[in-house]
């Protein structure tokens, strides 16, 4: 009997033992399997090891239980703060059945993992950093770039079809002809590397340089997204060591565009690295054999603004990721008055793309948006489903007059030059004797704004074009009162 037991015993937490290489999920829809990695050992009544899931990579810090019941508490930097993540699972038969939860009051997210082969999916080494260097500018961007994104509507949902539509749209709704011009393709198009390390598109995207040529034929241009980590922010193949291969691939295709994004890179490197890291894939354009402008997205991190010029950067995100609403849109635009000194033509302040037309927001409030977005010669990426679009929010997308102020050719970021309450005028030099006055009204009230000329170091002007309206507005002399709607802006072009 006492036999019988140590025997049962031994089998059962042989059974039972943790330790080895799991992996969950299969590939999806478009081709791609994006697994989480669980790497554990159990080690006494400790269970250590690490995840990767998507473009994170964590060490397990702490343990409970064991096979028939644990948790464990995996954390990794992500710059100068502590990300953590928290499983708990069991081991059923050959599955370990974990569930997770993105914070205390989201939904616990469940899946099962099955044991692969020990250095499956194991994550790549570091490679070192280059020494740093100037990336001569590639003479794109002389004015902010004007186009489409995927992201903010399509998520993981673009494909070839919807990206054929978006251009198709752009020019039949007279976007094209008022400015935009690259379409880009946001994250979730990648597919696995080939033998030889060659990057593919996944299914989603069955022939990019079709796709290209296709773009291209209606006098547009195509853009792209990567990541300087082995993952992107989505958990899709980075770039990571395939850099210059990577460009000329994209160059082969037709690429004209490039937003390259941080995400699993910040488990190789710190934010003090981020320069070399976005100067290694400046480089590899250089040499691409194709113009492409370089925009460069890690959220406004280690003050970008400062050397994105020197990696060859035609654009840098300032802020982590807008949301389609009121308090996301003004928190990010009205935080870019100290950055203007950093904006010029070739090189621009980033603070993302439009959410104009997405529906969470009302007119008046994307008219600020459009207007905040030209005040700070910010590149104009619609996010919007082109296909639908009202011709309520294509007359705000197409304003030829705001347009201009974005695009001025003195390339001179506005500012704010009054506050008072929820009232702002901002003020932006344009090419010339003119001036763009934005007066904003950020209050959930219709406002009269006072402005007075002199309280802006303007002095009175000859003439005042309201670019909304399309209509000049009457100068009293050193004043003008303008009447504001909620959340709205009177944008004011004066000479
Ligand atoms: C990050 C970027 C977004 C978008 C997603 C894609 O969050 O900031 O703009 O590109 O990644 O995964």
């Known amino acids: 009997m006492k036999l019988f037991l140590v025997f049962f015993c031994a089998a059962a937490c042989f059974a039972a033992d943790l330790t080895g290489n799991w992996a969950s999920g299969n590939a999806g829809a478009d081709g791609v399997a994006r697994k989480v990695y669980f790497e554990l050992k159990q080690d006494g009544a400790r ?7 998507t473009q994170f990579y964590y060490t397990i810090k702490e343990s409970t239980g064991d096979a028939s019941g644990f948790t464990l ?24 059945h974990l569930g997770t939860r993105r914070n205390a009051t989201a939904p616990l997210s469940q899946l099962v993992a099955r044991r692969v082969p020990d250095g499956e999916g194991a994550y790549p080494a570091r490679i070192p950093p280059p020494a740093l260097h100037k990336v001569p500018a590639n003479g794109l961007a002389k004015a902010p770039p004007m186009g489409w994104n995927s992201w903010n509507k399509f998520a993981g ?18 976007m094209r ?40 034929g209606k006098g547009l241009k195509l853009g792209i997204y990567s990541s300087p980590g082995p993952n992107t922010c989505a958990g899709y193949e980075g770039s990571y060591g395939h850099e210059e291969q990577d460009a000329k691939i994209w160059a082969a295709w037709g690429i004209d565009y490039l937003k390259y994004d941080w995400c699993g890179a910040r488990n190789l490197y710190t934010d003090d690295e981020m320069q070399a890291v976005y100067q290694k894939m400046g480089d590899a354009l250089r040499v691409a054999g194709r113009p492409i402008l ?20 035609n654009a840098w995100r300032t802020t982590g990721d807008i949301k389609d609403t009121w308090d996301s849109m003004t928190n990010i635009g009205f935080k870019q008055n100290e950055l203007a000194q ?14 104009i037309g997405n529906g969470g927001m009302n007119d008046d409030e994307y008219r600020t948006h459009m207007s905040l977005w030209s005040m700070l010669a910010a590149p104009l990426l619609a996010g919007n489903d082109l296909r639908s679009a009202s011709p309520g929010i294509l007359a705000i997308l197409t304003n030829r007059d705001v347009i201009a102020i974005d695009q001025d050719k003195d390339g001179k ?8 309450g929820d009232q702002e005028i901002w003020v932006r030099e344009l090419l010339g004797d003119d001036r763009a006055v934005a007066i904003f009204n950020r209050g959930a009230e219709k406002s009269e704004v006072k402005v007075k000329w002199g309280e802006l170091e303007m002095r009175a002007p ?19 009162t303008a009447s504001v709607p909620a959340h709205g802006v009177v944008l004011l072009r004066v000479h």
């Open 47 to 53: 269970i250590i090891g690490h995840i990767r899931s």
């Open 462 to 480: 000859a003439k005042a074009m309201n670019l909304w309206s399309h209509q000049d507005e009457k100068l009293q002399g050193a004043e003008l």
């Open 177 to 216: 002809d008022a400015g935009y011009v690259y379409v880009n393709i946001d994250d979730t198009w990648e597919g696995e590397r080939d033998a030889k390390g060659n990057i593919t598109s996944n299914k989603k995207f069955p022939d990019m340089r079709a796709l290209a040529d296709y773009v291209h």
């Open 157 to 174: 949902r673009v494909d070839d079809k919807s990206v054929r539509d978006m251009a198709d749209a752009i020019v039949s709704s007279g």
């Open 294 to 313: 370089y925009s460069l997205c890690q959220y406004g991190r280690a003050d970008v603004w400062k050397w994105g010029p020197e990696v060859g950067g």
């Open 73 to 96: 508490t995996a954390g990794m930097m992500d710059g100068k703060s502590e990300r953590t993540v928290r499983y708990e699972g069991k081991l059923e038969g050959e599955e370990l």
């Open 342 to 355: 950093w904006a010029a033509p070739g090189h621009w302040n980033d603070p993302d793309m439009l959410e």
């Open 413 to 420: 970021q506005g500012h704010r030059a009054w506050k008072s």
